[in-house]
């Protein structure tokens, strides 16, 4: 049983333009232990996908589907039962994560106050596990008294991800945790990641647009593209066999380093709407592959054992 | 940086200084641009039927007993040098200092305005946040048709309308001044309970017409927060609700506190209304009698004391505003 697994997930949120559908039938699971990255542009559901798991959105949303966590079911979860789950056994390092913490709060107090939401500890142990914390990302913890806005965005981040482990979560769950740092800064935030996922002996969902930052620390890589995971794999099958035109593109929209420059290959067309429902593949429209079975019929949902949500795979074999 | 917080303070104290400087000199030079003179509200104008005859010879000597004839500076001189010792004249229609009427009158202000401002941050803050909070429910659909509507009543019709139902026709509370007269009572219970039973009336009209500003501001304030990633950060960690409410109103609550400071020049002028509805004997009333009764001196002393209250809660703000957020004045 894997320690995370989400199963037949749709996710519409309705509002005055109308319903969108933002998540259509999602399985994805994590197994203890493991680093998955969750891959796609902007707008194609990463982000909904973490808030649902971790109930964050309920904001006029529909879901159907089961989530389940560390063998129960967490959607539709009592709203205090969700909330001793939130933080303590799934941690979230969110996105924009340099603004995360309350800018007038010193981080004693933000690390204090999600400690005591879930705990009965002493002042003292308190103490020691902020100290802990900061000293495994690489921050004096004599700091802990100041407030976010004296620490760079680096340092910030970094004290994010020691709040999101606090209390030794069995899974977190890292939103763009390198969007907005510099490239060096990126390398030293996902190696970090990967270090304390090892130490700490967690699972960890890493959400990003950018495959090739994040693709050196995962296990597995889900692609999603408008709401849907069109591939899975391991990230040696995805990096070096993708079978999916869209993640063909994607590897194929990277700047390659150290040498000749060359005409960088994006995607052309732009995403489809999530007003939309729609009755073939999403990605045709921008799919320079496509032959006649994809006008009439939708490609395979990428579940169970099927792991590229393509007409073409079919053919293939 | 608390050397950087201290010169803030200092910086903001010589400016709210030098404001108060200029509101002493618009107050000594406005009536001597005026047409007339101190003379002629004495012995009328020509038309006038007052008996009062007065010649040129007289008039130059009650003009030099009052240093009237003096240069401009040199009177703007003496007007600050007096006002420095309290000497803010004598008033025309009581005869008596100036200041000692004004000392008398402020205690009633600051206890009615005062309580007013407490209960009015106070609810306001509250029904704000849960109303940003719980925004497109019912109670804040609710509380958004009910404060601006309180908002719209003018003051004094709120009052007569209060003094009606409230003090005539169930008889709850007196229906006007600060105390009973020429009351025994009993023991400082019985005294307290007096006064407080006078404050109830104007001090929850005052209030009424106070708190729908702070709402809204603290509504729209609290709503901007909501779409912070600190907030969805603080609900991925697990906070309790409370929690969070409180990370949201620490970061809303130094421009509700700027602004409510701001407002409270408005809040002078509502009381002036809210204390002539009630005959209630604190400044507003005073500023209102006076003027009926072109008492100019008590007037511009009135004046003069309410901008250094209104100028002194602003500093205050201030200060409260930097050590509640230490970024503030560092730019």
Redesign the interface.
């Known amino acids: 049983m894997p320690l995370l697994d989400v199963k037949e997930l749709s996710v519409n949120f309705s509002t005055k333009e109308g319903v969108h559908h933002v998540l259509k039938n999602v399985d994805l699971n994590i197994n203890k232990g493991e680093i998955v990255g969750l891959i796609g542009e902007s707008g194609s559901g990463k982000s909904t996908l973490a808030m649902t798991v ?1 109930d ?1 959105n309920s904001r006029n949303r529909e879901m159907s589907g089961n989530i389940s966590f560390m063998e129960e079911r967490i959607d539709n979860l009592k709203k205090e039962r969700m ?6 056994h799934i941690g ?1 390092v ?4 340099m ?7 010193k981080i004693r107090s933000q690390f204090f ?2 400690i005591k ?2 705990t009965d500890m002493s002042r003292q142990e308190m103490l020691s596990l902020t100290a802990r914390s900061l000293e495994m990302v690489g921050i004096d913890p004599l700091r802990m008294n100041s ?1 976010p ?1 004296e620490f760079s965005g680096g340092q910030r981040q970094r004290i ?1 991800i020691a ?2 482990m606090l209390l030794s979560p069995e899974l977190i769950i890292a939103d763009e945790p390198t969007t907005a740092l510099d490239a060096t800064v990126q390398l030293k935030i996902t190696t970090l990641l990967k270090d304390v996922v090892q130490q700490k002996n967690t699972s960890m969902l890493v959400i990003s647009h950018d495959l090739h930052t994040i693709s050196r620390i995962c296990d597995r890589i889900y692609i999603m593209y408008a709401g849907r995971i069109v591939e899975t794999g391991t990230r040696d099958e995805i990096l070096n066999d993708p079978v999916h035109p869209y993640t063909q593109k994607l590897l194929a929209s990277r700047l390659p380093l150290m040498c000749e420059p060359v005409r960088v290959k994006g995607i052309s067309g732009t995403p489809p709407s999530t007003l939309k429902k729609y009755e073939v593949c999403e990605f045709m429209e921008r799919c320079d592959k496509v032959s006649d079975i994809c006008r009439t019929v939708r490609p395979p949902e990428c579940t169970g054992n099927v792991k590229v949500a393509c007409h073409m795979e079919c053919h293939l074999e | 940086m608390d050397r950087k917080r201290s010169g803030h303070i200092i910086s903001r104290g010589l400016e709210y200084a030098i404001t108060f400087f200029l509101i002493l000199a618009i107050n000594f030079f406005l009536p001597r641009v005026m047409p007339g003179g101190p003379l002629l509200s004495i012995t009328g104008s020509q038309g006038s039927d007052l008996p009062v005859v007065i010649d040129e010879e007289m008039k130059y000597k009650l003009m030099d007993y009052y240093h009237l004839n003096d240069p401009l500076h040199i009177q703007f001189i003496h007007y600050i040098s007096d006002a420095f010792h309290f000497d803010l004249g004598h008033s025309i229609f009581y005869n008596v200092p100036v200041v000692d009427i004004l000392i008398g009158r402020l205690p009633w202000t600051i206890l009615l305005m005062g309580t007013a401002l407490l209960l009015s941050t106070t609810f306001g803050i509250m029904t704000g946040l849960e109303s940003a909070w719980r925004r497109g429910g019912k109670l804040d659909h609710a509380l958004l048709v009910i404060m601006p509507f309180f908002r719209s009543i003018p003051a004094f019709f709120l009052g007569a309308i209060m003094i009606f139902v409230f003090g005539y026709k169930t008889g709850w509370f007196p229906t006007s001044g600060a105390i009973t007269p020429y009351m025994d009572y009993a023991g400082p219970i019985d005294h307290a309970m007096d006064i407080l039973s006078h404050l109830t009336l104007p001090m929850l009209c005052l209030t009424a017409f106070e708190m729908p500003g702070t709402y809204l501001l603290v509504r729209n304030v609290c709503v901007q927060q909501l779409g912070k990633p600190y907030v969805l950060m603080a609900e991925s960690r697990g906070l309790k609700e409370r929690t969070i409410k409180k990370h949201i109103l620490i970061n809303s609550i130094v421009p509700v506190i700027n602004q409510i400071a701001a407002m409270l020049g408005f809040m002078v002028a509502g009381a002036v209304f809210i204390e002539t509805v009630f005959s209630y004997p604190g400044m507003g009333m005073l500023v209102y009698n006076s003027f009926i009764e072109r008492d100019y001196p008590v007037l511009q002393g009135a004046f003069i004391f309410m901008s250094l209250v209104v100028l002194a809660c602003n500093y205050a703000a201030d200060i409260a505003c930097s050590f509640i957020d230490g970024r503030a004045g560092q730019e």
């Open positions: 971790l964050i909330r001793n789950i939130r933080g303590k979230s969110p996105q924009s994560s603004n995360a913490l309350d800018p007038l709060v106050e999600t939401a879930h407030c806005y994010m709040l999101s």
